[in-house]
């Protein structure tokens, strides 16, 4: 750069480069930019890699993903590193724009075919609605990606790939940018001025810490256990473990409601599970548990879990005990001497189902022996016709 008159000129090697008066070497700023000592290195592009590439004059970003040795131009400075992702069947990823819009893009079509159209509400608190429509496998929903208010001519160009070329969107301007490609593309790069949302989700057996990092959504059924204290109507405190098996069938409508979809469903379950279980005393609450678990999640139907996007298929009890020793060990008696009764009336019958056995083996011995008896006669009776014939 002539430090006189601010113009910078590139020299790409392989040459013999001499320092004019007045210039001096430009030191990337970004530590992307690959560099030794004075020398710009040129940056890799493959297949697996792309590049971010800011131009510090007009202001204007663009993603270079042709494979090749790129090197700078003039004003221009790699802002990132940015790989491939890949998608499978069951992950979506969701991107966020520089004007607050989100793009979903799918694994699969299966995805955006189940929830056929709900919406998000933008992030830029403008109100407006975001569209999620059945879309091709691995291309991104309805949604058009932002862009700067007045893109520079030619930007997504050539060797920089703009944020509609990467995802199947169209071209940035065009008629057809808010129309899904129809061709299948499930690994892909961030375009431009976007970002990969980061959800935090509670995690931990009581869903106190949302620790979570979550990137990939998953969108496979899956368990999950919670666990929470309730209180019966004759003051019992228990310490209640359900598990659910649950699935997110509709990303956009969850990311509309709630960032943390673990967390509400169990928050919500444990609301309506506590206000089930002080209507019953801890004798019906052992009896009927796992009834009184399922009507207070289906009971009152499932509205709240529908409109996040959630589906429960079944929520099972683990395992409950009381908080309070005493009682505990007071309901510890109870289980082992309903256990005891259970084992002495098995006990009971078969040893009744013995003495039945072996009744039913005298009574048959009696009536043999009967059969016996007749016989006896019968021949006796013959013997006795036979001999008086013989006198007679």
């Not at 493959?46 to 042709?66: C, I, K, W």
């Not at 700078?72 to 491939?84: H, P, S, T, V």
Request: contains cysteine.
């Amino acid at each position: 750069q002539n430090t006189q008159t601010g113009a910078i000129r590139v020299e790409r090697g392989e040459k013999i480069v001499y320092v004019e008066p007045l210039e001096e070497f430009v030191k990337p700023t970004s530590r992307a930019q690959p560099s030794r000592g004075n020398v710009w290195l040129a940056f890799e592009i493959d297949l697996e890699t792309a590049a971010l590439v800011r131009n510090s004059e007009t202001g204007e970003q663009r993603l270079v993903s042709t494979p090749q040795l790129f090197y700078c131009g003039k004003y221009e400075q790699i802002l990132e590193e940015r790989k491939l992702i890949r998608l499978l069947d069951y992950e979506t990823i969701i991107l966020v724009s520089n004007q607050g819009e989100f793009t979903f893009i799918h694994g699969s079509a299966d995805a955006a075919q189940a929830g056929e159209v709900t919406t998000t509400t933008a992030a830029d608190g403008t109100g407006d609605d975001i569209v999620d429509a059945a879309v091709p496998a691995g291309s991104a929903t309805t949604v058009p990606m932002a862009r700067p208010p007045h893109p520079p001519a030619g930007a997504g160009v050539g060797a920089g790939v703009g944020a509609g070329a990467d995802l199947g969107l169209g071209k940035p301007g065009s008629d057809d940018e808010s129309k899904a490609a129809p061709e299948h593309k499930r690994a892909f790069f961030v375009p431009p001025y976007s970002s990969v949302v980061s959800l935090n989700w509670s995690t931990g057996g009581d869903k106190t810490s949302n620790s979570l990092r979550v990137k990939r959504i998953d969108r496979r059924p899956q368990f999950m256990n919670y666990s929470f204290l309730c209180r019966t109507s004759d003051n019992v405190e228990l310490a209640l473990t359900v598990t659910f098996f649950w699935e997110i069938v509709n990303v956009p409508l969850m990311l509309k409601f709630t960032s943390d979809p673990p967390g509400d469903v169990c928050h919500h379950a444990r609301s309506a599970v506590i206000n089930q279980v002080t209507k019953v005393t801890l004798e019906d609450f052992m009896k009927n548990f796992q009834t009184i678990v399922d009507r207070a999640i289906f009971g009152r139907g499932v509205s709240f879990y529908e409109e996040r996007g959630v589906k429960i298929h079944t929520v099972e009890v683990l395992h409950f005990h009381c908080k309070d020793p005493a009682i505990e060990k007071v309901l510890q008696q109870i289980i082992q001497e309903s256990t005891n009764r259970l084992n002495r009336l098995q006990q009971q019958e078969s040893e009744n189902e013995v003495a039945v056995h072996r009744i039913r083996g005298d009574i048959d011995e009696e009536r043999l022996r009967g059969d016996l008896l007749d016989i006896r006669h019968a021949h006796h009776r013959s013997e006795a016709l036979m001999e008086g014939e013989a006198e007679a």
